[in-house]
């Protein structure tokens, strides 16, 4: 089985500091992983993508994040936040066929001026 | 079409109505998923197409809940005599490489958002 566990609900972090958002997955089976991000009233959009190459994964609008298979996790960091990445994110975990897709329960980001 | 489109981007309906939301998923696409957001929830899976065929309808939460796919293309989910508790936005997805080593991403539409008096 598979499943992904996002700790903290909720992520507030000030204008410029660095922003680290959890993710830990459970997986029998060498994973592959993604964050999405959400905005008020929209879909989902990739922000970036593990899928065995490097363990260190760059994303879009200065997103990054590591695959650390000894810890199953798969943070997201941003060495500095701007107002505009305030949404929701979202973790998610697919099989090797990748016919199925799991995802966490979200981590809202409010940034702060 | 350039994005996944869904319809209606609204729907209000009264308790023990039947009610369909359209997904129409991008051109060639030939993976299709439909997914449930609840407040403060995080997705929940509820059906998968490859092609017509749907191998996985393990999330549909109930029998009220049917879901079609004609053509390839377009899917029609349907909710019979519906609930509050059905009350949600319900995701689109679609995707082009499924079952591949080389996944894909799900490309997600703007959700179908389901309140129920």
């Known amino acids: 089985a598979q499943s992904v566990t996002q700790l903290g609900s909720h992520v507030s972090v000030s204008e410029g500091a660095l922003v680290l958002l959890r993710c830990n997955y459970s997986s029998s089976v060498p994973p592959y992983l993604f964050w999405y991000v959400q905005y008020p009233n929209q879909g989902l959009q990739l922000l970036l993508k593990?899928?065995?190459?490097?363990?260190l994964v760059k994303g879009i609008n200065g997103f990054e994040a590591e695959f650390k298979k000894s810890e199953t996790s798969f943070h997201l960091t941003k060495p500095s936040a701007h107002m505009s990445d305030a949404a929701e994110y979202f973790c998610?975990?697919?099989?090797?066929?990748?016919?199925?897709?799991?995802f966490g329960t979200g981590t809202s980001l409010t940034v702060i001026p | 079409g350039a994005g996944v489109s869904q319809s209606p981007s609204n729907k209000v309906t009264e308790k023990g109505k039947d009610v369909e939301l359209r997904c129409d998923p991008i051109?060639?696409?030939?993976?299709l998923y439909w997914y449930r957001q609840s407040l403060g929830q995080g997705l929940e899976f509820l059906i998968y197409?490859?092609?017509?065929?749907?191998?996985?309808k393990s999330g549909l939460p109930s029998d009220r809940f049917s879901a079609e796919r004609t053509g390839g293309s377009v899917s029609t989910l349907t909710i019979q005599r519906t609930q509050q508790e059905d009350s949600a936005v319900y995701l689109c997805?679609?995707?082009?490489?499924?079952?591949?080593?080389?996944?894909?991403?799900?490309?997600f539409g703007e959700g179908s958002r389901l309140t129920v008096l």
């Open positions: 997805a679609s995707s082009s490489q499924p079952g591949t080593a080389n996944t894909g991403e799900l490309f």
């Open positions: 593990y899928t065995s190459a490097a363990t």
């Open positions: 998610a975990v697919s099989s090797y066929t990748g016919n199925q897709f799991y």
């Open positions: 197409f490859q092609g017509n065929s749907a191998p996985d």
């Open positions: 051109s060639g696409h030939t993976a």
